[in-house]
Nanobody, 122 residues
Framework: QVQLVESGGGLVQPGGSLRLSCAAS????????MGWYRQVPGKERELVAT???????NYADSVRGRFTISRDSAKNTVYLVMNSLKPEDTAVYYC????????????????WGQGTQVTVSS
C-alpha cells in the first residue's frame, strides 16, 4: 500500500519560513513527478511547485522566488521550503506523486497525501 505522508505545516507570522516534507512509503517500484498543491475553502486546488524525476522544476507565479522545491530520490521524499510567507499563502498543502507500485504488471498512479495546514498570520 503506497502512502504519502506530509509534515511541517503550522502557524507562522508574515515574512516567516516553513519547510514541508512528504515521504512516500510502501511497495514502490519507481516515482516519476512529485509536487505540492494547495487549497483554500471554496476554491479549487492549485499547483504550487512540481519536480520531475530528472530534476525539472515548475513553480506557480505566485510563489516563484520565495518557495523552493527539492527531492531526495533515495528517501522517496519531496520538500518545499517556503520563505517570505504571506497571509495569502494560507492553505492546506497537499503532496502529490506519480508512483508505480512494486508488483507484477503494476501501472503508474497518481497519489495524494492527507494535507497539512499552513497558516500565515500575525
Amino acid at each position: 500500500q503506497v502512502q504519502l505522508v506530509e509534515s511541517g505545516g503550522g502557524l507562522v507570522q508574515p515574512g516567516g519560513s516553513l519547510r514541508l516534507s512528504c515521504a512516500a512509503s510502501g511497495s514502490i517500484f519507481s516515482i516519476n513527478g512529485m509536487g505540492w498543491y494547495r487549497q483554500v475553502p471554496g476554491k479549487e486546488r492549485e499547483l504550487v511547485a512540481t519536480i520531475t524525476s530528472g530534476g525539472r522544476i515548475n513553480y506557480a507565479d505566485s510563489v516563484r522566488g520565495r518557495f523552493t522545491i527539492s527531492r531526495d530520490s533515495a528517501k522517496n521524499t519531496v520538500y518545499l521550503v517556503m520563505n517570505s510567507l504571506k497571509p495569502e499563502d494560507t492553505a492546506v498543502y497537499y503532496c502529490n506523486a506519480q508512483i508505480t507500485p512494486g508488483g507484477y504488471l503494476s501501472v503508474e498512479n497518481d497519489y495524494w497525501g492527507q494535507g497539512t495546514q499552513v497558516t500565515v498570520s500575525s
